[in-house]
């Protein structure tokens, strides 16, 4: 590699919250070795892309696009990081040859140590291994690029087991940081002027139910604690203006953090609660360790607080055996909940689960036409949901401008809805009051008042 230039990385995401902090890290980490950041693949000396395995068919895009970076980037070194170079590993190096690095998901603070390698001579280099010691790459708040909105990582990993997942597989198993940890950097990124921040894991409410066991760290009992009890003291203690949390599992999801959210202003009115189904029978299926009415008091919990807190959610559609009953059972608890937004997917086999195994006897014409049906009615109810806000003057942080019209500012409110609406780039990083004066799909589009 040609060192009378400053080397030049180029960085891809794909995925989750928690790949876009993942890639945060890595930059910064390449950064210390010298790498400057350029949006150009073909500039690039190092070309990483940061890789999801949560859709179908992902392995196939991430090669595919490993083809068309190749053409760009000639000699230079190209790189996967995340879930499929953790699940495919050196199948990464068979499938394509002009890969020289594999990054598993606990190997990111190991990548001094494999670019060494490449740039001392190696072909390849390779860290795949997964350890419920591993440690936490942390990232120091003045190292963050500035922003309004930063991720916190809480926890890493997932002890559920759900028989569709290949999260345990990839992202190890679970995981808590120490709170204290959590808490001071909560209040460093509030000393910088950051104003909003998502605590980010797999399952953010199953926080400390393995910690003790899982984590190197040797400090007190008290260095864990309840998801609940964190949240206090991250409202109480940080200093931050906007704290939002995903993803919730309903299993453990309490009545006790919808108390602590009641009690700090700052603890934002948003739950991402995903069902996945409405059916006893496929929720069983799926390993999922709740009922339907597990599902709805924890719900109504959320309903009954005195803040007006809106709920999104997930569901698969087609799960092996699936019957029109039991679609017509994740229907009504659709209608039943009223979610504010909902994430659907079709179900596709992942790698190394149980669920891969199964007889998929749903056809995708039949997932095709299920999944219309529940978009529609998700549409019908988020319309009548994003109603009550005409006319409603929303808080919203400023945090860039829209990607569709340059001329317009764009944000997100407590309650994590989109709002765009005219403004000066001078307003980016302030909260704002904005009246909402037309309903869109999936966002709102108002004034400053």
């Known amino acids: 590699m040609d060192s009378s230039h400053n080397k030049k990385l180029y960085l891809e995401t794909w995925g989750c919250q928690m ?14 070795l010298g790498y400057e950041q350029t949006s150009d693949p073909g500039a690039a000396d190092l070309v990483l892309l940061n890789t999801c395995m949560v859709r ?27 879930c499929v170079a953790q699940a495919e590993a050196e199948r990464v190096f068979e499938r394509s040859p002009d890969v020289r690095l594999v990054v598993g998901t606990q190997s990111i603070g190991k990548l001094p140590e494999l670019v060494a ?17 591993a440690d936490f790459v942390e990232l120091a708040p003045e190292k963050r690029r500035a922003g309004v909105v930063a991720f916190i990582t809480i926890t890493e990993g997932c002890d559920k087991f759900c028989s569709y997942c290949i999260v345990p597989f990839t992202r190890g198993r679970e995981r808590s940081r ?26 953010v409410n199953s926080y400390g139910l393995s910690g003790r066991r899982t984590s190197k760290t040797k400090d007190n009992d008290s260095e864990w604690t309840t998801f609940a009890d964190l949240l206090d003291r ?17 299993k453990d999801f309490t009545a006790d953090i919808v108390n602590v959210i009641e009690n700090h202003t700052n603890l934002c009115e948003w739950i991402h609660l995903p069902a996945q189904s409405g059916s006893d029978r496929i929720l069983r299926m799926m390993r999922r360790g709740y009922t339907r009415r597990d599902y709805l008091d924890r719900i109504s919990y959320i309903k009954q607080s005195t803040r007006d807190i809106s709920i999104t959610g997930d569901f698969i559609i087609g799960f ?13 608890l659709a209608a039943e909940v009223e979610y504010d937004g909902l994430y659907i997917f079709n179900y596709s086999p992942r790698p190394h689960t149980p669920a891969a195994a199964f007889a998929d006897t749903v056809p995708d014409s039949i997932k095709a036409e299920r999944f219309a049906r529940m978009q529609e009615l998700q549409r019908r109810i988020q319309s009548r949901r994003y109603s009550r806000y005409l006319g409603m003057v929303v808080e919203v942080l400023v945090e860039g401008e829209s990607a569709r019209s340059g001329q317009d500012l764009t944000g997100h409110t407590r309650c994590q809805k989109v709002v765009n609406f005219k403004g000066g780039r001078a307003a980016v990083g302030d909260i704002v009051n904005i009246r909402v004066t037309e309903l869109r799909a999936n966002s709102l589009y108002g004034e400053q008042v």
């Open 234 to 250: 991250v409202a109480s203690e940080s200093g931050l203006s906007r704290i939002k949390f995903t993803t919730s599992y309903p």
């Open 56 to 82: 179908e068919k992902a392995e196939r895009k991430v090669y595919s696009r490993i083809g068309n970076i190749r053409n760009a980037a000639g000699r230079r070194i190209i790189g996967v990081m995340g």
């Open 19 to 32: 790949n876009v902090h993942d890639s945060e890290k890595a930059s910064h980490i390449l950064e210390g």
């Open 117 to 133: 390698q490449l740039e001392s001579g190696f072909h390849r280099a390779i860290d795949v291994r997964l350890s419920k010691d």
């Open 178 to 203: 120490p709170a204290s940890s959590i808490v001071a950097e909560a209040k460093a990124l509030a000393s910088r002027g950051v104003k909003e921040v998502h605590l980010l894991g797999q399952n």
């Open 320 to 332: 092996p055996g699936e019957t029109e009953d039991d679609f017509a059972q994740s229907l009504e």
